[in-house]
């Protein structure tokens, strides 16, 4: 499967964005997709999980409540709302697709696919 991400861009502080996630290839519903990130210097973060059907999602207490996941399977996209934006949010987004989930969400080793990155950038 082919990852797509987009939607980032420049915003202020307390401002919102809406990633999106678009998968070809392979029908997305097959996957339990999640977002990362990573600022310069920084290790790639988890942030949400969210499975095949869209009725379970985890999230980074950093993004809890702040974050939203969520997924179309009929349009093969996954998305990340996200809200209150901070300047520490500031990186370079991904999403990533995981075909057999162990359970092991947070580490970057669980995911088999992954997008090319969307800049997010916030401004104070």
């Known amino acids: 499967v082919q990852l797509q991400a987009s939607g980032g861009g420049l915003v202020q502080a307390g401002g919102s964005l809406r990633l999106s996630c678009a998968a070809s290839?392979?029908?997305?519903?097959?996957?339990?997709m999640g977002w990362f990130r990573q600022a310069p210097g920084k290790e790639r973060e988890f942030l949400a999980i969210i499975s095949r059907s869209g009725g379970t999602t985890y999230y980074a207490d950093s993004v809890k409540g702040r974050f939203t996941i969520s997924r179309d399977n009929a349009k093969n996209t996954v998305h990340l709302q996200m809200n209150s934006l901070k300047p520490e949010d500031t990186a370079v987004y991904y999403c990533a697709a995981d075909m057999k989930y162990s359970g092991s969400y947070y580490s970057t080793s669980e995911y088999d696919y992954w997008g090319q990155g969307t800049q997010v950038t916030v401004s104070s």
């Open positions: 290839g392979r029908t997305v519903s097959s996957y339990v």
